[in-house]
Nanobody, 125 residues
Framework: VQLQASGGGFVQVGGSLRLSCAAS??????????RAWFRQAPGKEREFVAG????????YNIDSVKGRFTISRDNRKNTVTLQMNSLKPEDTAVYYC?????????????????WGQGTQVTVSS
């Protein structure tokens, strides 16, 4: 399984960005994978941001992004999107997409096995 993240960039406070993560690999197309976005700010540990179950029926966001970030997926295209609105300086980080083969909906508690390369998001005040 390979994950390719894109869509990061530089934006001012209150702006929006849309991150995408494309998955590829023969095993990926035939199995159920939960998907997620993590982020890591300078000097901080990587943290879970948002996750979505394999079917898309369940999503989970951390409190600091609720109401601002929306995760969605298109299983026909094997892509996951993170729509980020009302961005704040504290959202500045490298964002990573991740995946794990599971039908579980405990999205924030899973150990994710596959990772993309990361995309930088910078929010300027």
């Amino acid at each position: 399984v390979q994950l390719q993240a894109s869509g990061g960039g530089f934006v001012q406070v209150g702006g929006s960005l849309r991150l995408s993560c494309a998955a590829s690999g023969r095993s990926f197309s035939n199995s159920a994978y939960a998907r997620a976005w993590f982020r890591q700010a300078p000097g901080k540990e990587r943290e879970f941001v948002a996750g979505i179950s394999w079917s898309g029926s369940s999503t989970y966001n951390i409190d600091s992004v609720k109401g601002r970030f929306t995760i969605s997926r298109d299983n026909r295209k094997n892509t996951v999107t993170l729509q980020m609105n009302s961005l704040k300086p504290e959202d500045t980080a490298v964002y990573y997409c991740a995946a794990v083969r599971t039908t579980s909906q405990a999205l924030g508690d899973m150990k994710y096995d596959y990772w993309g390369q990361g995309t930088q998001v910078t929010v300027s005040s």
